[in-house]
């Protein structure tokens, strides 16, 4: 059984930077690739990165790309989102997620979640 805290969010203005933290319990942490999500109102859900377990393999969705990083540190049993440049639009509930196996960009994919982290951007 794999457990997830986020942590971290905040409201900031447009162009400021926030880093989203995931504590994970569970022993095979190592073994699961974890993905971030996120949900503004009305709006359904959707992938924003994910990672595999070795930290090899990363994928973005393309509006994220080159402003959010996504991290691990399994020794720590850890995952992090840092958020740079923010914009309005990234306003949502921030989720992380743990799967079995690779790296996958579709919610239902992911097995285990935690309960959301509010990020605000205002312009």
């Known amino acids: 059984q794999v457990q997830l805290v986020e942590s971290g969010g905040g409201s900031v203005q447009a162009g400021g930077s926030l880093r989203l933290s995931c504590a994970v319990s569970g022993r095979t942490f190592s073994t699961y690739s974890m993905g971030w999500f996120r949900q503004a109102p009305g709006k359904e859900r959707e992938f924003v990165a994910t990672?595999?377990?070795?930290?090899?393999?990363?994928h973005y969705r393309d509006s994220v790309k080159g402003r959010f990083t996504i991290a691990r540190d399994n020794a720590k049993n850890a995952g992090y989102l840092q958020l740079n440049s923010l914009k309005p639009e990234d306003t949502a509930v921030y989720y992380c997620?743990?799967?079995?196996?690779?790296?996958?960009?579709?919610?239902?994919?992911?097995?285990?979640w935690g309960q959301g982290t509010q990020v605000i951007v205002s312009s």
């Open positions: 997620a743990a799967k079995r196996g690779n790296i996958a960009t579709p919610p239902g994919e992911y097995a285990y």
């Open positions: 990672i595999n377990w070795s930290s090899s393999r990363t």
